[in-house]
């Protein structure tokens, strides 16, 4: 049967055959920067454990229990309302049965999941399966890069063992806690490395000890993680520093899903023909996993995750080598505060522009870009961040060069503005000078004689501003125009020149102020010369 059209798994992590990892970007594009849920806050719960332990089966009964859920809540859902009649066939991740390994590298399931949140608007929840830990083909280095990844990267670890925890299986841990361990000790607190930690006993068969589900697992796990002074110096170690290093640490006991689906490679994953207890345990357990109060929300420094920055944080030109976890760890922490930061910046600034509706000048944006770029350091300066000096003067170079191009930027926008609203300014003053010096004329016959000196007067600036004004626009507009505008402003001129010569004959009148609106201006008196 062909997977359902809605997901597929998608490799984003590739292990070669020379033991070297890399990243498939344009994968992970396809899934963290989908645009309904670029924006989204995220929820990664990533199985990791020993090879050929159920953690891809594990991952199919999520992707079915989630998509039941998109219809009820886990309180109204019972077995059979996602389980259906149980003839279903199990798919998904690649799974089987059998004694070689199925999944290599890292795996994203492509459909995400919205959830309800009881705090926070819907969440993403994203399901991630990891290759197989101590497989015959893997290195101790290649196992520990796949689990130390997968950790990073998820909000949820579950590690999935069988039977019991086992030294060997510990191990493991043991270097993600020094990494988390000497990260913490370098720095001034900024809350735990890593998130929840969740310990899935497979097939655990001594529930007359401890019971099965959450309540017994806790009790497991705290006896199985007791520091004694005969305890183990590495257990007592991992002991120790897994409460530092996690937010929180867990531990469910799953029963045997029974041996008609232990003991043939020919199981489908139909549930009728699992134990009824596993069933109604595997239920209990992704209840609680994706309870809307249990849900963990990934975060960086204390602040949620969107699925858009998440992929920014993941990608990266090379995947770390062990060696360089730290570092990797670190540039996470910085990448994060320089994408706040950034942010800052490009709204106060934005802001600032739209405020202005026009009136924005040179000096004011250069000195909001000061004050505001002033703040964006400071804040990057406060971020709690991993990491030394070289690790933060290359981000906090970013930052600086990206805020200097926003800058510079805007001020292009500006002078380009500037320009094009001076060529629309001459051509309109062209225009209009052409328009006034055409109608001075009419203007000089309609003024009338009563207004005599203060109008002459008026009239000789008028006549010098427009030949001021034709002299502005030969720069701009070609001789031509230029003396067409002069010739009609030397026009104007001699209009109001002319007009001066004629006696005011309203100042010779008793009742000047009465009859200023009656007065007129002849055609004889515009003929006469004299002065």
């Not at 399931?109 to 197989?132: A, R």
């Not at 051509?427 to 328009?435: D, E, L, N, R």
Request: net charge negative; glycine share 8%; proline share 4%.
């Amino acid at each position: 049967m062909a997977l359902p059209e809605a997901g597929r798994p998608i490799q984003i992590v590739r292990q070669h055959d020379d033991h070297t990892i890399s990243l498939d970007e344009s994968a992970l594009a396809d899934l963290l920067k989908r645009q309904d849920i670029i924006d989204k806050k995220v929820v990664v719960v990533s199985v990791a454990g020993v090879f050929r332990k159920g953690k891809s089966f594990l991952l199919n009964f999520m992707v079915k229990y989630l998509r039941s859920l998109r219809c009820s809540t886990p309180e109204a859902m019972d077995e059979q309302t996602w389980m259906g009649d149980g003839t279903d066939i199990l798919e998904g991740f690649h799974w089987g049965g059998g004694c070689e390994r199925v999944t290599t590298g890292i795996w994203f399931w492509s459909e995400p999941f919205l959830v309800k949140h009881s705090i926070e608007d819907d969440v993403v929840v994203l399901l991630m399966d990891t290759q197989g830990l101590f497989n015959p083909h893997s290195t101790t280095r290649d196992n520990a890069t796949i689990f130390a990844l997968s950790t990073l990267i998820s909000s949820v670890q579950i590690y999935n063992v069988s039977n019991n925890i086992q030294l060997n299986e510990l191990d493991i841990l043991q270097f993600i806690t020094a990494y988390g361990g000497s990260a913490l000790a370098d720095q001034e607190p900024i809350g735990k490395p890593f998130q929840r930690l969740l310990f899935l006993v497979r097939d655990w068969s001594h529930p007359d000890d401890h019971s099965y589900g959450m309540e017994g697992g806790g009790v497991y796990l705290k006896k199985r993680l007791q520091v004694s002074p005969d305890q183990h110096p590495e257990l007592r170690s991992i002991a120790e520093s897994l409460p530092r290093c996690f937010e929180s640490v867990f531990c469910y006991l799953m029963p045997l899903p029974g041996m008609k689906v232990a003991r043939t490679q020919r199981f489908n994953g139909q549930v009728k023909d699992m134990e009824e207890d596993f069933r109604q345990h595997l239920h209990e357990l992704l209840a609680i996993l994706f309870y809307e109060e249990e849900l963990v929300i990934k975060q960086h420094n204390g602040q949620p995750m969107l699925a858009g920055s998440l992929f920014d944080c993941i990608q990266s030109d090379k995947l770390p080598e062990i060696s360089a976890l730290g570092k990797a760890r670190a540039e996470i922490h910085h990448q994060n505060a320089l994408m706040n930061c950034r942010s800052y910046y490009d709204v106060q600034m934005r802001k600032f522009i739209f405020s202005r509706d026009g009136a924005l000048n040179e000096t004011d944006l250069r000195r909001h870009h000061e004050s505001s770029r002033n703040a964006a350091l400071a804040m990057y300066h406060g971020c709690p961040k991993m990491g030394g000096y070289d690790v933060n003067n290359a981000f906090e170079e970013k930052l600086e060069r990206h805020m200097e191009e926003f800058c510079a930027r805007e001020l292009r926008r500006l002078e380009s503005y500037k320009k094009s609203s001076k060529n629309r300014f001459i051509k309109g003053v062209i225009t209009g000078a052409a328009v006034i010096a055409t109608a001075v004329g009419g203007v000089a016959v309609t003024a009338g004689v009563a207004t005599g000196a203060t109008v002459a007067g008026v009239g000789t600036a008028i006549g010098e501003t427009l030949t001021a004004l034709g002299g502005m626009a030969a720069v701009g507009r070609g001789a031509a125009t230029v003396a067409g505008v002069a010739g009609a402003a030397r026009l104007g001129g001699r209009l109001w020149r002319r007009i001066r010569s004629v006696p005011n004959l309203a100042q010779d009148s008793p009742d000047s102020q009465d009859s200023q609106a009656q007065s007129t201006v002849t055609p004889s008196m515009l003929s006469n010369d004299g002065n």
